[in-house]
């Protein structure tokens, strides 16, 4: 290996990486405009909703049931319906999400020492959203039934006593933004990686290079190293504002974040150096990384869990290195991953980029001679 | 030449250009790829590989002192759907596997559990949960809250007791009683994928034209802009209908996702739909040159907007203000909207006829703007 | 061929009423950027019906803002243009009726066949039932298209798609035919060819406006227009612009002995403005009013003869841009070995199969130290096979391939770092600057520290390239970007230099300015080989090898091919009649 001709391409990737002003575009603003998208759009989290009422008992009880949704902080306001129709109606325009119906003897029979129903409606067509406003509505409603029962003098005891670790706010944003520092700098190192070999086959310097007296593995590092450069400072650059902008702290070790950071990009390189050897121009070279990019982002992880999937797909997520990265990522930041855990998902990234690095590798030295 | 002449030359153009489009988009491997690869993908990804369905939340459950209620507790959070439940006696134990996440949560009851169970006092339940996953420690909140409630229930009706100002929460979950996540995800994916057919094909196909000069033939026979758009849109459109019976063939047969509304009213909206995804490509179209230009931007300005603030994924009112009143522009939301109405509710007026309105104004602004901004020359 | 076209009684009339003027232009200006230079400025100019009106320049002149002003597609800044009575701006669909227009890359779908395309054109162009039956079996005859019907478009060779271009543009049988660079990419056989069905056509009473950057074009032409940075400098005949150096052209021949000297010495007497290498004689063109210098002052030899010669367009072209710059080349290589026997270059039995398919079949060449050899072929016959296993981007078959005396399939880092390479079209990095640009290059053969530093100072000295260093190398003028593109092929100071055609599509003073820049490399020993199907290139040569159909099929200086052809009826071949007859010769003796 030359060291002097690899370098001399290497600062040429750099400079052809950020000068050109339409793929310096598609390098920065993809990013930015994701990163804004997931910190503040990607969210499971039900707060803020309405919530409707069909109330026709009107006793002491409900009115103090009422008092109790009105306080919670995941809802917004109280709609109150008059009859089940109305509230109906209200469900399917997706008005509200849910409606808790109260019998007109709740009231009276919870005063007779007797068991009250509540009915819960509830819009099944968003299951989620759905069945987490049902336990936002039954812990109220519990809480309500004990502290009914004991009289608010006693001591307010729940019968549950509920904790997060981790995240203890069960915060989307802590649990989000990690992530970024695997999908972000993933997109970005494809580009770069996925694109460059077809962009110099286009504008007809493949062949220039070709002819020089660099060889093909010194072509195919060349191409490899810019991405490890921007995917390490953009990742590094990520980590940074994670902590110091969203004030998540990093519980584990910076060291095992870096490590696991280089081994990630190397297996992404990979892919992306694969691609690049497969295809002839950039529009091929998009759409490549389109298909390969879209199941790893939605099969990550990070919107619902792997563990959800159906066990067919599961060996198939494992192929992805960002399924691994992610587990890493949350791991390092919100739970101290000590490093025998994170040696667990090293090893199948690790694997990820020998195999994707030598049949790049064997597809560029066939496909250049 | 007579009027009549002048018509049918005009159609004869139409026809001519709506074949050799439908030609290429049989023959160019990019055009296969956005109009069948991608969107098989993103069904099969949405039907099966993403799913809020936390149906085998793996809990420990720690009982200190173990007796004939913690047994029956166990047995009953067993006999739910929800849990795969693992038993100790040391909470410690299930700490590492917590951290390792190979258990989402944990339930501990204590050692007095049982005695103050019979006092008829707060039983001591812990509950602790992955934090880190927010949306499954929130689901599994739920569940525990509900088998804990009903236990409850059950015992006390065993015991022939009547516990006091006891209230029962009967939740019902309308529309999608088995509570799959599949069922809005799949009309979700719909929509993502007829935005990806109307907008980002029909700007690659335009901006092809220009990338191969191919255009400037074309404008110099007698071809009109009218023509040259509607020769770019039928062939697109009857795409974006197979792509539709696809979508739906698989919705029914595959996924098993009831079709509750008509399937007049789901074919008359999502061709509406279509028409504003066609209406975005075009408008791509007039500014992309070259085809890198104009699947980045339809990535962009109709993919992403698709995906995060259609509310079919992630719930937009939880957003911030600001994101919330540009979703009001996502063509995308209204669709979603219509089309998990159409599929789980019924043809309900009240929900399709704003979202088709919303559409067509959109439609109409897109195609305004479009036939403002097209040139028939090329500067 | 008798080809009949059918014209309208309106249209044969309307052309019978004013027989002479198709488009009249007035004070026509064209600027892209309210503050950049125009493209066009005050064009003022007709053209006539029934000729071919040659519209003549350098790239960037403005041809082809001018062809899509006349087809409507752009519209003018200021002035205006008629076409067959309609204004181009108000009644652009009229003028689409009555055009006929191939724009630069033929405007073919490439993923349409041959009949597809066809069919598109006609149905758009409103030519249907028993007359599209009719035109479209003249038209594949004529074209010769028949037997290629259902293969894809982008299937055909350039001459092919040229010609499947020119059929799509006359389906109607237009008024006025614009062709914009038509012979681009296309090998002398398939442009004469081409020549030959726009006779037939103006015979018929077509409007024909032929643009091109290559200037024997022009004489082919009844007028031209020749533009030149926005402006037209000569309109009329084109035997009118080349009788206006009669008397000034003089061709030195015999045995001149170093010819590239004698150039270098010739060029440097105030009287000579231009001159150029043409096989084994030199050209030379002197000033006006001016007399020829003594042979002495040329630097001939004895033995030379000094004759008059016919003037070209191209002579007259050059003078009237007031002569070659003459420049001189700082350029200090370091001195190659003067042993001429050696072979810097050598090819033995070279063979390169496709699968069934043989590309290059037992080719073998030697080029001698201080060569220029030149690989001639049409499109498709196999010379960028051999010229890329000679380059070693192409694995081969069999026989070998050898560059300055190391196989560049046994050793291919080391062979290559002793070539230079100039690829066809501009290969730089566009988005990069001219330091950057060399940079690179100068680290990609392995220079670094004192040696890289030397050798970016050297080049950017030798060809000037000091005031554009921080611009980016894709918005250089082309003249600059060929240097540049040299620079960074010479910088590591290669005993052997490889070129694609490297002067195709590039104006007549940039083309001598480069080849300036060669023959200097030559006079100090490098070796070069360049492959082209265009003759200007092909007359630097001093020996050229034909491949047709993966052979090489003669071999030779170029006087030796074109005696090669000599008869009777052609008592002076042309280079180009030489590869015609060859082709031809070779055709016939397989059959």
């Known amino acids: 290996m030359n060291w002097i001709r690899l370098l001399a391409l290497i600062i040429k990737e750099l400079l052809a990486a950020f000068r050109d002003p339409r793929a310096r575009l598609a390098l920065i603003l993809p990013p930015v405009l994701q990163f804004f998208l997931f910190a503040f759009a990607a969210t499971l989290e039900i707060s803020n909703v309405p919530i409707g009422v069909l109330n026709h008992d009107w006793g002491t009880a409900s009115t103090q049931l009422m008092a109790r949704f009105e306080r919670a902080s995941a809802f917004s306001e109280i709609r109150r319906y008059g009859s089940v129709a109305e509230a109906q109606v209200a469900i399917d325009r997706q008005d509200v999400m849910v409606v808790v119906q109260i019998g007109q003897d709740f009231s009276r029979t919870l005063a007779a020492g007797e068991t009250a129903k509540i009915q819960v409606l509830l819009d099944g067509r968003k299951s989620n959203g759905a069945q987490i406003v049902n336990g936002y509505v039954s812990s109220i409603v519990t809480r309500f039934a004990i502290d009914y029962k004991l009289g608010t003098a006693m001591t307010q005891a729940s019968e549950i006593v509920e904790r997060s670790w981790y995240n203890p706010n069960r915060d989307y944003r802590s649990a989000m933004i990690p992530t970024l520092i695997g999908s972000l700098t993933m997109a970005s190192v494809l580009m770069i990686v996925g694109m460059s070999v077809a962009r110099e086959r286009e504008l007809g310097t493949f062949e220039q290079l070709l002819v020089s007296p660099l060889q093909p593995f010194e072509i195919l590092i060349g191409k490899a190293v810019p991405g490890l450069i921007v995917g390490m400072g953009q990742g590094i650059l990520i980590a940074l504002i994670t902590v110091l902008a969203f004030g998540i702290s990093l519980t584990g070790s910076a060291l095992v974040l870096v490590v696991g950071l280089v081994v990630f990009l190397l297996a992404v390189i990979g892919v992306g150096l694969f691609i690049s050897s497969l295809v002839s121009n950039q529009q091929q070279a998009m759409m490549g990384i389109m298909v390969f990019m879209m199941p790893a982002m939605m099969l990550s992880g990070f919107t619902s869990p792997v563990q959800n999937m159906p066990a067919w797909l599961q060996p198939i997520a494992m192929a992805n290195p960002l399924v691994h990265m992610i587990v890493i990522l949350r791991g390092v930041f919100l739970r101290d991953m000590p490093f025998s855990l994170v040696a667990e998902r090293l090893w199948p990234m690790a694997l990820i980029a020998v195999v994707t690095l030598s049949a790049a590798a064997w597809l560029f030295q066939r496909r250049t001679q | 030449m007579s009027t009549q002449g002048r018509a049918g030359a005009r159609w004869r153009r139409i026809r001519a250009l709506v074949i050799k489009e439908a030609r290429q988009l049989i023959r160019d491997p990019s055009s296969l790829v956005v109009g069948f690869v991608l969107p098989v993908l993103l069904l099969l990804l949405f039907g099966f590989g993403i799913s809020f369905d936390a149906t085998r939340v793996k809990v420990g459950l720690v009982i200190e002192a173990p007796s004939p209620d913690t047994a029956w507790f166990f047995a009953s959070l067993s006999n739910t759907p929800f849990f795969e439940v693992h038993q100790t006696t040391d909470r410690r134990v299930f700490y590492d596997d917590l951290a390792a996440g190979r258990l989402n949560g944990l339930i501990a009851l204590s050692g007095d559990f049982t005695e103050r169970l019979a006092r008829g006092d707060s039983a001591g339940v812990q509950v602790i949960t992955d934090g880190s996953d927010p949306n499954t420690a929130n689901l599994i909140s739920g569940y525990v809250l509900g088998a804990w409630n009903s236990w409850i229930q059950q015992r006390a009706l065993t015991a022939g007791q009547t516990t006091a100002a006891f209230i029962t929460i009967e939740p019902r979950f309308w529309y999608n009683p088995e509570l799959e996540s599949r069922r809005f995800l799949v009309p979700g994916s719909i929509a993502l994928i007829l935005m990806m057919i109307g907008a980002l094909l029909t700007a690659l196909v335009v901006s092809r034209e220009w990338e191969r000069g191919t255009i400037e033939a074309l404008l110099a026979t007698p071809v009109g802009t009218v023509e040259f758009i509607i020769g770019k849109l039928v062939p697109n459109f009857l795409l974006g209908l197979c792509a539709m019976a696809v979508c739906i063939l698989a919705a029914l047969f595959v996924f098993h996702i009831p079709l509750r509304g008509s399937l007049i009213a789901l074919i008359a909206f999502t061709s509406v739909f279509l028409i504003v995804a066609l209406g975005i490509g075009l408008l791509i179209s007039t500014v992309a040159r070259t085809q890198f230009l104009a699947s980045q931007i339809a990535l962009l300005l109709a993919f992403l907007p698709g995906l995060y603030f259609s509310g079919f994924l992630f719930e937009v009112a939880s957003m911030p203000a600001a994101l919330r009143a540009f979703s009001a522009i996502v063509p995308a939301k209204y669709f979603v909207r219509g089309l998990q109405t159409i599929f789980l509710v019924g043809d309900v007026a009240s929900v399709l006829v704003p979202c088709t309105l919303a559409l067509l104004a959109m439609g109409a602004i897109l195609f305004a703007l479009t036939a403002r901004n097209t040139r028939q020359r090329l500067d | ?591």
């Open chain 3, 1 to 591: 061929m008798t080809a009949t076209w059918h014209v309208s009684a309106s249209q044969g009339l309307a052309a019978m009423a004013d027989p002479t003027t198709l488009v009249t232009i007035d004070a026509l200006t064209k600027s892209f950027r309210t503050d950049g230079l125009p493209a066009l400025s005050e064009l003022t100019t007709s053209i006539k019906a029934g000729q071919v009106t040659g519209l003549v320049g350098p790239d960037g002149a403005g041809k082809t803002t001018l062809m899509r002003l006349m087809a409507g597609l752009m519209l003018p800044s200021a002035g205006r243009i008629e076409v067959c009575g309609f204004d181009t701006v108000t009644e652009a669909a009229a003028v689409h009726e009555v055009i006929g227009y191939m724009p630069q890359r033929f405007g073919l779908y490439e993923d349409l066949s041959v009949i597809e395309n066809l069919t598109l054109y006609a149905d758009l162009r409103g030519v249907v039932g028993q007359q599209r039956a009719e035109t479209f079996d003249k038209l594949l005859v004529f074209t010769d298209l028949e037997r290629f019907q259902p293969r894809l478009a982008g299937a055909l060779s350039g001459g092919m798609k040229q010609k499947l271009g020119l059929a799509c543009a006359m389906l109607k049988s237009p008024r006025l035919l614009l062709l914009d660079e038509p012979s681009v990419g296309v090998d002398p056989i398939s442009r004469r060819e081409l020549w030959k069905m726009v006779y037939t056509l103006i015979g018929e009473g077509v409007g024909v406006v032929w643009s091109t950057a290559y200037l024997d074009e022009a004489e082919n032409c009844a007028e031209v227009i020749v533009l030149n940075e926005a402006r037209a400098l000569f309109q009329g005949d084109p035997k009118v612009m080349t009788a206006s150096v009669v008397g000034r052209v003089f061709q030195v021949r015999g045995a001149i002995g170093d010819k590239r000297a004698l150039l270098v010495a010739a060029l440097k007497r105030p009287e000579v403005i231009d001159g150029v290498m043409q096989g084994a004689t030199v050209r030379l063109v002197i000033g006006n009013d001016q007399t020829l210098p003594s042979k002495a002052d040329l630097g001939a030899v004895e033995g030379s003869e000094v004759v008059s010669a016919t003037p070209r367009f191209e002579d007259a072209f050059v003078a009237m841009l007031g002569g070659q710059p003459k420049r001189r080349l700082l350029l200090e290589t370091r001195p190659q070995s003067t042993d001429n026997q050696s072979l810097p270059v050598t090819a033995k039995s070279l063979t390169k199969c496709f699968g069934s398919f043989t590309a290059a079949d037992n080719i073998s060449f030697d080029i001698k130290r201080g060569e220029i050899f030149g690989l001639l072929g049409p499109n498709g016959a196999g010379k960028s096979t051999v010229f890329k296993m000679m380059c070693g981007l192409l694995r081969l078959t069999s026989g070998s391939a050898l560059v300055d005396g190391l196989d560049l399939m046994k050793s291919p880092s080391a062979a290559r770092a002793r070539l230079g390479y100039m690829a066809q079209k501009f290969s730089l990095y566009g988005d990069l600057s001219v330091s950057q640009n060399l940079d690179f290059f100068a680290g990609a053969y392995g220079l670094s520290g004192q040696k890289k530093r030397d050798a970016i100072k050297r080049v950017v000295a030798a060809f000037d390239l000091a005031s554009q260093l921080q611009v980016n190398a894709g918005g250089l003028p082309l003249g600059f970007k060929q240097r540049l593109a040299l620079s960074c092929a010479i910088m590591h100071e290669p005993p052997v230099l490889f070129l694609d055609e490297p002067t195709s599509g590039v104006d007549p003073l940039t083309r001598r300015e480069f080849w300036s820049f060669i023959n200097a490399m030559v006079a100090r020993g490098i070796t070069v080989m360049v492959t082209t199907h265009f003759m200007d290139e092909a007359e630097y040569c001093d020996r050229v090898a034909l491949i047709y159909r993966g052979k090489n099929i003669a071999i030779g200086t170029p006087e030796e091919l074109q005696n090669m052809v000599r008869t009777a009826e052609l008592p002076h071949p042309t280079l180009e009649d030489a590869f015609i007859g060859l082709v031809h010769q070779h055709d016939g003796a397989l059959t």
